[in-house]
């Protein structure tokens, strides 16, 4: 069974900083590619940030400079390490991939940044 766990969402000033973690289960995690999505109040959901199974990784512009997406594959976990975190970053975060046509997601984790 495919599983995706997100962890390490909170509270946090601007300019602070938080790393994400999703931890998969139930799939070849080395062989796929991982995405990092949020999704703000009223907003729809929108991809920040993706990691190929090459190690090649891309960014949303809003975030680049900011975020950096990575992973491990010895632990089957993708992380998004967010700094210079700004109140327009508040949003449910997901974690994501696509086998075929179907896309797989976490549960999310809210982060939440105070100005």
């Known amino acids: 069974q495919v599983q995706l766990v997100e962890s390490g969402g909170g509270l946090v000033q601007s300019g602070e900083s938080l790393r994400l973690s999703c931890a998969a289960s139930?799939?070849?995690?080395?062989?796929?590619?991982m995405n990092w999505y949020r999704q703000a109040p009223g907003k729809q959901r929108e991809l920040v940030a993706s990691?190929?199974?090459?190690?090649?990784?891309n960014y949303v512009d809003p975030v680049k400079g900011r975020f950096t997406i990575s992973r491990d594959n010895t632990k089957n976990t993708v992380y998004l390490q967010m700094s210079s975190l700004k109140p327009d970053d508040t949003a449910t975060y997901y974690c994501n991939f696509r086998a075929g046509v179907r896309d797989y997601w976490g549960q999310g984790t809210q982060v939440t940044v105070s100005s």
């Open positions: 139930g799939i070849f995690f080395s062989l796929v590619d």
């Open positions: 990691i190929t199974k090459t190690y090649r990784t």
